[in-house]
């Protein structure tokens, strides 16, 4: 089993549209959690870190779930300039010195 | 706002050739990060760096790769005899700490080509 998956979509929505994207992670001892946003080509980027009580910035909410150990991510009102990819990343715990696990990445268009 | 930088941004190199990536890291970071990604695929950890040494390593950091913090700014990757296969996006990063709270800064990247 994949330490994190993520449906890789493409996700092709309309301006305006709401969009939600999965993830589950097999490692149970796993820490902290984070959604980063990658363009073509760029390197990651934090987008927000996903806590147990879910968390919400501006029109992007993040969930965590950890009996099931899934994430998502949820974007209201969709603008072409969130088109991009969106990786699940885990950071691990104990005697790991804040190693990163990322997933494949779910691409995300959204067009006019 | 301070950011982590890389350079070369592209690099071209023959097969069985020696290339080193820099990467000079935000300047009150502590722990420093490699990571890889193969065109299409996901971003894989290499390596992590605290004190002036290895704390992590992946598989993939094999004989071949060494890291090193040669002057208190610069962050350095080494490939000793490049492989086709060693074709990727390399991402140097930087975090102030490692628990649950602090964010890694990514650099933007160098390109390697391997011919």
């Known amino acids: 089993r994949k330490e994190v998956e993520q449906d890789p979509g493409p996700f092709n929505v309309p301006e305006g549209a709401t969009v939600a994207f999965n993830c589950t992670y097999s490692?149970?001892?796993?820490?902290?959690f984070f959604w980063y946003r990658q363009d073509c080509r760029k390197e990651p980027k934090l987008l927000m870190s996903?806590?147990?009580s879910g968390n919400e910035d501006g029109r992007f909410t993040a969930q965590l779930n950890r009996a099931s150990q899934y994430i998502s991510l949820l974007i209201r009102d969709s603008k072409l300039s969130d088109s991009a990819t969106y990786l699940c990343?885990?950071?691990?715990?104990?005697?790991?010195?804040?190693?990163?696990?990322f997933g494949q990445g779910t691409i995300l268009t959204v067009h006019p | 706002e301070p950011e982590v930088t890389q350079t070369p941004s592209h690099q071209v190199t023959q097969m069985g050739q020696e290339v080193i990536l820099r990467c000079v890291p935000i300047?009150?970071?502590?722990?420093f990060y490699w990571y890889r990604q193969i065109l299409g695929q996901k971003v894989e950890f290499l390596v992590s760096?605290?004190?002036?040494?290895?704390?992590?390593k992946s598989e993939i950091f094999d004989d071949q790769f060494s890291v090193e913090r040669p002057d208190g700014s610069n962050f350095t990757l080494k490939i000793r005899s490049t492989k086709l296969e060693d074709s990727a996006m390399y991402f140097c990063?930087?975090?102030?700490?490692?628990?649950?709270?602090?964010?890694?800064?990514f650099g933007p990247g160098t390109r390697l080509t391997v011919t």
């Open positions: 990063a930087s975090t102030p700490g490692q628990g649950a709270g602090y964010e890694q800064y």
């Open positions: 490692n149970s001892a796993s820490q902290s």
């Open positions: 996903v806590y147990s």
């Open positions: 990343v885990v950071k691990s715990s104990g005697t790991s010195y804040g190693k990163l696990t």
């Open positions: 300047s009150n970071h502590l722990y």
């Open positions: 760096f605290y004190n002036n040494e290895i704390s992590e």
